[in-house]
């Protein structure tokens, strides 16, 4: 089971390694008897969502957890070089949905909603639901750290809330916008890449908030002349962010 090789991965709490030892429990668990049919003895992947990846060999299914031998271990499992945080407005429908899952597999660390002036109400209940889109999607492309869904911030504090060593980036479709690409040549200078991006809700952004994040240090940025969808541009952004690191 080298790292890449193509695996079926299982999350283990972090609470729930101990030594050479790890137990898989509640929906995790179900899955590893239920659908995989495990076996004592059998192989699998497990991560813990803070960058650890094991490989294990099941020990013993009981009635409620499943135990587990640790033969190897890797730090930061199948992530990328940068910590790449999305602050978007959450959307209408499932497009939220869809725009976690897909930068989850692309690399995101982060996601921040933010509440932009034309930004729609949304279901409190909207939170651990893509926390839970998060989860499935890093153990379906092999990632071994569950992005954090925060809570929800204003547009105000959300350009507030970075240093200015983190490179900020605003996706903005006006003409005044510089090409993503040309911004991420400072990206690939950088040691431990940090970078933030915000894409705005469906009715885009009002000029005060451009004008706002502009004066806390972002850099609006164009994704190209074609006014994409907010969740695309979210995972197109991502892409390139993710590809200009390596
Ligand atoms: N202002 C728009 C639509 C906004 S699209 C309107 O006229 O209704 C939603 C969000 O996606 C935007 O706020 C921006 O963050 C991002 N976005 C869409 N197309 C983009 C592009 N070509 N370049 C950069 N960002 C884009």
């Known amino acids: 089971m080298r790292q890449g090789a193509h695996a079926d991965f299982f999350y283990v709490r972090p609470t ?3 030594a050479d030892r790890i137990f898989i429990v509640d929906q995790e668990w179900h899955l590893l008897r239920v659908l995989h049919r495990a076996r004592d003895g059998q192989r699998f992947l497990a991560v813990d969502g803070l960058g650890h990846c094991f490989a294990c060999e099941l020990l013993r299914i009981e009635p409620d957890r499943a135990e587990a031998k640790i033969l190897q271990r890797w730090e930061r499992y199948g992530e990328p070089r940068v910590h790449l945080t999305i602050a978007a407005s959450p959307l209408r429908g499932e497009r939220f949905d869809l725009l976690v899952e897909k930068c989850t597999e692309l690399g995101v660390s982060m996601f921040i909603p933010v509440r932009a002036t034309r930004t729609q109400p949304w279901a409190s209940d909207r939170l651990q639901r893509w926390q839970r889109v998060a989860l499935a999607a890093m153990k379906q492309c ?8 925060a809570q929800p911030v204003s547009f105000a504090e959300a350009v507030d809330a970075f240093p200015s060593s983190v490179l900020r980036l605003l996706a903005h479709e006006g003409e005044d916008a510089a090409p993503l690409a040309s911004l991420l040549k400072r990206v690939e200078r950088n040691d431990v890449p940090q ?4 894409v705005g809700p469906e009715g885009g952004f009002t000029s005060e908030e451009v004008d706002l ?7 609006p940025v164009s994704l190209g002349t074609r006014r994409l969808r907010a969740e695309t541009a979210a995972i197109v952004a991502t892409a390139l962010v993710v590809a200009a690191c390596g």
Do not use: K, L, M
């Not at 994040?213 to 850099?219: C, L, P, Q, Y």
């Open 16 to 18: 729930d390694v101990r």
């Open 142 to 149: 092999g990632r071994s750290v569950w992005p954090e869904v």
């Open 195 to 198: 970078v933030v991006v915000v």
């Open 213 to 219: 994040a502009r004066s806390r240090g972002f850099v």
